[in-house]
């Protein structure tokens, strides 16, 4: 049976980390809602082993391959003798922020989940994920959530309304790892209001989301990348009502409410930056791609 799984794109409305833990990692509390830009997992049954291709050149094609290390960890928990060929149609930018090697581990999970009829529920997947790392548990989840511990505690949370997202990539990737090493949380100056964003959700004040975009990350990837800053600058100063820089970086993600807006917003960072998307949020109006 062949099987093709969408492998949505994530951003961070709001980002605040809590405290580094005693294993290492940072105690997160965020909201995170996924967008209409993916990834496609196309998974073939073989008669044995993992085969990997991709149509991008950015991807590792090994086992450090998040969706690969997905496919190792459903046949060697459940002795899976049969084998899988994984096809990843890759749109989602590279170490952006935007988390796409966690979307194609977390649509690898559910897929062969389906193809070898497993019966895992969606919070087993979501603990499984978690071996995988901490933003896939979110990606099996999908629509809007609020993201504890290290992204795997999740709470549903209402969706924004609809509006149109607009993506602008660095041409240079960051490292998460990088960005957690060097945050200092006394140079952080603004943290996010997590029940205002909330409130803003939950009464679909467009306006409200937009005044409550907050990442503590900013304070680590922006004084290192200058172009981040300025890519918030003119996205905003092209008439995106709302801006801020998703994860760890570099993307940065403009919302705007209408699609004239978000036609000006993108034909002005086009001179600016060369990778630039207008999509819309999912779980609100299901969309096509703009440009
Ligand atoms: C920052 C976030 C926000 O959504 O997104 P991205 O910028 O990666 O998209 C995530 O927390 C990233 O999740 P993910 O990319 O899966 O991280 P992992 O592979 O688990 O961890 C990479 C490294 O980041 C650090 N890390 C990650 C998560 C966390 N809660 N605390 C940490 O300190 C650790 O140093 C870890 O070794
Ligand atoms: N399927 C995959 N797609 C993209 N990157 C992957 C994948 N598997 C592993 N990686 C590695 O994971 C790292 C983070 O990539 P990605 O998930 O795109 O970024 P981010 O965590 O910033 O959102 C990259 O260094 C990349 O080499």
Not at 178 to 189: H, I, K, N, P, S
């Amino acid at each position: 049976m062949d099987i093709s799984v969408k492998a949505p794109a994530k951003i961070n409305l709001t980002l605040d980390v809590l405290h580094k833990r005693a294993d290492g990692y940072h105690e997160l509390e965020m909201v995170m809602t996924t967008i209409d830009l993916a990834d496609r997992i196309d998974l073939t049954e073989t008669s044995g082993g993992i085969q990997l291709e991709s149509t991008s050149g950015f991807v590792p094609y090994d086992e450090r391959n998040l969706a690969y290390r997905a496919a190792v960890l459903i046949k060697e928990r459940f002795s899976i003798k049969k084998g899988v060929r994984i096809l990843i149609h890759k749109h989602i930018p590279v170490a952006a922020g935007l988390a796409g090697g966690s979307s194609d581990a977390a649509a690898t999970l559910k897929g062969l989940n389906r193809m070898w009829n497993l019966g895992l529920s969606r919070e087993e997947l979501e603990e499984w994920g978690l071996e995988l790392g901490s933003d896939v548990p979110f990606c099996v989840h999908g629509g809007t959530a609020i993201a504890r511990g290290r992204g795997e505690r999740l709470v549903s949370a209402a969706s924004p309304p609809p509006c149109w997202v607009i993506l602008a990539k660095p041409p240079h990737g960051v490292s998460t790892a990088e960005v957690f090493g060097a945050l200092r949380m006394d140079r952080v100056t603004r943290r996010p209001n997590l029940d205002g964003m909330l409130n803003a959700l939950e009464s679909k004040d467009f306006h409200g989301v937009c005044r409550h975009l907050e990442n503590v990350l900013e304070s680590v990837t922006i004084p290192a990348y200058p172009k981040v800053r300025r890519l918030k600058e003119k996205m905003a100063a092209f008439g995106a009502e709302g801006v801020l820089m998703s994860g760890s970086g570099p993307t940065v993600f403009g919302l705007v409410h209408r699609e004239t807006t978000a036609r000006r917003v993108v034909n002005g960072l086009r001179g600016f930056c060369r990778q630039v998307y207008a999509v819309r949020i999912l779980g609100g109006t299901e969309g096509e791609s703009l440009v």
